[in-house]
């Protein structure tokens, strides 16, 4: 299987870094192919604009869209969006590694989103949801909160987090086609003793070893 990793977080010693050292290693272990692409470390620009092209429809009025399906006819992304492309492309499962930030993505993860998928490349012309561009790959969001779990409870603080999840897992990865797994949520590790975080960690590779036998979740319209 191959796996593409998206990740963000600005400090590679957070808990999202283990995260992501944890998911690769668990991979790698058990026999799939693994390709990371880590937003923070390559200064990703998560700001959209004419810079995502090598060659552009209309050179006086920018539309994101036009110029997105003018590029997909003529192979015009520039290279550090057209590799990402073909990372997910080349994908069967793709996981989200990130913090939630104000109850969604970080800007850079956001702006990669923005960006990378592209209207013809990714969605359009009658593709969408089950008949969308990557129908038969699956996606996996792994994220860390800063508080506790009671808290994300349809009666807690903040809120359930399927709600809070919702417009990420059919907004944008089911929107294009992508099957969707349940979310791992490591639910404020900060106020946890490391051996609860060891054990967090444990219980994520333990999963990602038997990712395939798992079945997606339901992200309906409702």
């Known amino acids: 299987m191959n796996t ?9 010693q957070s808990f999202n870094g283990a995260l ?10 058990a026999g799939h192919e693994v390709r990371v692409s880590d937003l923070h470390e390559t200064q990703f620009n998560p700001v ?3 810079h995502n092209y090598t060659t552009l429809r209309d050179d006086r009025y920018y539309k994101q869209q036009i110029e997105e399906l003018h590029a997909t006819e003529v192979s015009g992304f520039a290279q550090e969006i057209e590799s990402e492309l073909q990372n997910l492309e080349w994908c069967d499962l793709m996981i989200w590694q990130f913090p939630l930030w104000w109850f969604g993505l970080p ?8 960006r990378v998928f592209a209207m013809g490349r990714t969605y359009g012309n009658g593709r969408f949801y089950e008949s969308g561009v990557f129908a038969g790959k699956r ?9 506790p779990a009671e808290a994300y409870q ?39 003793s490391q051996d609860e975080r060891v ?8 999963r990602l070893q038997r990712i395939n036998q798992e079945e997606p979740i339901a992200v309906g319209r409702y």
């Open 4 to 12: 593409f990793i998206v990740y963000y977080h600005p400090e590679p």
């Open 20 to 29: 992501r050292n944890a998911a690769v290693a668990a991979l790698e272990k």
């Open 48 to 50: 959209s604009g004419r």
């Open 107 to 114: 800007a850079p993860l956001k702006g990669w989103v923005d």
């Open 139 to 147: 996606a996996l969001l792994s994220l860390t909160t800063g508080g």
């Open 154 to 192: 349809r009666d807690g603080f903040n809120g359930d987090i399927n709600s809070i999840l919702r417009p990420i897992h059919r907004g944008m990865l089911a929107f294009v086609g992508f099957s969707v797994l349940a979310p791992q949520i490591s639910y404020g590790p900060a106020h946890l």
């Open 199 to 206: 054990e967090l960690l444990q219980d994520y590779s333990d």
